[in-house]
């Protein structure tokens, strides 16, 4: 679902059509037009300071899952990534949204255990497919997960098949509930 407790709100066919590991889940911008332009300069174009506005925009969209005791977690990147890029987009998006609800933020709560190819072009099985298994939860964080309601952070929604992976290694980690709050969905 798209949106916020303004009333607009879009249930989209994806999430319709597959169950998924979340309660709920939200997003402040579709993603085209210029949403798409600031995601892409944000992921690839080094604009960090991007992250602070659009953090922002994510806690106006994101007041219905950023309930007090929460806690804020970024979808990880495979470590070969981060090198590259040198940041996690969601990262700094989910420093910013703790920073504006007051929550606690655990950076490196869960872990890509593989690489997984750029699935930009891959359709709804295959990105399910390349990420079974590939995310866990961080062994020195496990006791923070326990009874704990999680909310995932990410720039971009696709078929939510990174979400998912990253929800079910809450839930299997012992997650009381996950939800989901990203930047930007795709349609």
């Known amino acids: 679902m798209i949106g916020g407790t303004d009333g607009f709100r ?6 319709m059509a597959r169950a998924r590991p979340w309660a709920m889940g939200r997003a402040a911008l579709l993603y085209e037009g210029q949403a798409r332009k600031l ?6 174009g080094d604009r960090t300071d991007i992250a602070r506005p659009a953090g922002k925009w994510m806690v106006l969209a994101g007041r219905e899952v950023l309930k007090e005791g929460r806690v ?8 070969t990534r981060f090198m590259r890029r040198k940041y996690n987009q969601s990262a700094l998006l989910a ?3 703790a920073d504006e609800a007051g929550l606690l933020h655990v950076p490196d709560l869960l872990v890509r255990r593989r690489r997984t190819k750029s699935l930009d072009h891959d359709g709804i099985e295959a990105r399910f497919a390349a990420m079974q298994g590939a995310i866990s939860v961080n062994p ?16 971009v929604m696709t078929s939510g098949a990174t979400l998912t992976a990253c929800a079910d290694a809450c839930i299997s980690g012992g ?3 996950v939800c989901v709050l990203v930047l930007c969905r795709k349609t």
């Open 39 to 44: 995601v892409l300069s944000l992921k690839h």
């Open 10 to 15: 879009i249930e989209c066919d994806a999430c």
């Open 72 to 79: 804020i977690v970024p979808v990880p990147l495979h470590w």
């Open 140 to 155: 020195k964080h496990i006791e923070r997960m326990h009874g704990r309601e999680i909310v995932l952070i990410d720039d």
């Open 175 to 177: 997650a009381r509930e």
């Open 95 to 97: 420093q910013v949204i």
